[in-house]
């Protein structure tokens, strides 16, 4: 792997591969305990932006084109592979997931969370650091005494400001739908997104689309995370049968 992707458990020729991306402000570290949740012969790797955790020295991308197109240099030579994004991360999969399909390498599954659908995100505005801090402690998905410290709360705000800023400039380019099966997970308590919301990616794709919604609310994947990576591999071992 490059700078791109991290793979915290490599597998030999595994049966599927899949690449998670972050929600806003986060970094790879979040899904760094998925591998052990998976077969032994499902790999996982992590999109890895710059600007935090192991690349904070790095400039942070000003665009989503930005976060995706290293992305798609490294899968080039990759297999088959799955996609599944949280929040902000569903949207940066939908774009890989077009990128891919341009170069030939389709990918088996788009697996989008806790985000509406790009052609349904309306007009966003830039909130101030107080509004993103009073979010952040209403969403949880951070440790409430980072906010609490001056010293500290500029750690956090820091990347989610730069990818609130990159989001409410985000155009998606209109294009026909993708030949590729989507799987909407939502929290059933989330705050921002309700599960009735993910069901706008089926104009989307021309594969097929269904949605699970689980108990939680936005960071539901945290506690849920061994039942939904138990359904995301179950689907992409049926190969065909994605959205069944």
Known sequence: MGDALRCYRPVRAPSARLICFPHGGSGPAFYRTWADLVPPDVEISVAAYPGRQERLAEPPATTVDRLVEPVVAELRDVGPVALFGHSMGAVVAYEVAHRLVETGRTPVALFVSAHRPPHRLGERTERPDAELAALLRHLGGVDPVLLDD????????????????????????RRGPLPVPVVGYAGADD??????????????????????VWPGDHFYLVPQ??????????????????IA
């Open 191 to 212: 705050p921002l997104v309700d599960p009735a919301d993910l069901a706008g990616w089926a104009d989307l794709t021309s594969a097929g689309a269904c949605v699970r």
């Open 150 to 173: 001056p010293e500290l709360v500029d750690l956090v705000l820091d990347p989610l400001r730069t990818d609130h800023r990159l989001m409410t400039r985000y155009q998606p380019t």
């Open 225 to 242: 995370a061994a039942r939904l990576l138990a359904d995301m591999t179950a689907r992409l071992r049926a190969d065909e049968e994605v």
